[in-house]
């Protein structure tokens, strides 16, 4: 898979997450938002959380699940 097609898959990703999120009553309000510290995917809020979300998308959940690839850096 090229880079620009595993780009393509990670927006979609982060493009499901947002909606999951939406019908869980959180209002996204950044995507992609991008500091010199690095990217957050989504940023979320809701009447009692803001939530800073890292999206990680799996073919096959018998890889590894995704919160395998996050750690205290992410």
Known sequence: M????????????????AEKL????YQ????????????IDL???NDKYICFIEVKLRK???FAPGRAAVDRRK
């Open 60 to 62: 096959d959940a018998s």
């Open 22 to 25: 939406r019908e869980l009553g």
């Open 43 to 45: 940023i979320a809020v």
């Open 28 to 39: 996204v309000i950044a995507a992609g938002y991008h500091c010199r510290f690095g990217e």
């Open 2 to 17: 090229s880079g620009g097609e595993r780009k393509l898959l990670g927006r979609w990703g982060e493009a499901l997450a």
